[in-house]
């Protein structure tokens, strides 16, 4: 398994924009951010594979961006345009066996979790 540490959550106002890392320590095949807000089921919001392929939730798309620091090991997740429904704990998650499938946001797909990083959106 790998070592993963999320930093970047912030209080912001809607509208904003915040930027997330996750810190990797070891090798990974795909990594992923999921979300989870109070009351609600862990999703799946962007991953990338290690080619630098990407997938992202219907939700966000057009205004999450994930992105890969391969030489740092370091997973971003850009956000644009922050709405309320985005508040959320955000994890990281990390995968070092290759399924040959892509990248996928089952969060089943994944060995690996971070702490978390907490987003709170205020209209």
């Known amino acids: 398994q790998v070592q993963l540490v999320e930093s970047g959550g912030d209080s912001v106002q809607a509208g904003g924009s915040l930027r997330l890392s996750c810190a990797a320590s070891g090798y990974t095949v795909y990594m992923a951010w999921f979300r989870q807000a109070p009351g609600k089921e862990r999703e799946g919001v962007a991953a990338?594979?290690?080619?630098?392929?990407?997938v992202y939730a219907p939700s966000v798309k057009g205004r999450f961006t994930i992105s890969k620091d391969n030489a740092n090991n370091i997973l971003y997740l850009q956000i644009f345009s922050l709405k309320p429904e985005d508040t959320a704990m955000y994890y990281c998650a990390a995968q070092n066996v290759d399924y040959y499938i892509g990248a996928r946001l089952g969060a089943y797909y994944y060995n690996s979790w971070g702490q978390g990083t907490q987003v709170t959106v205020s209209s």
């Open positions: 990338i594979d290690s080619g630098g392929r990407t």
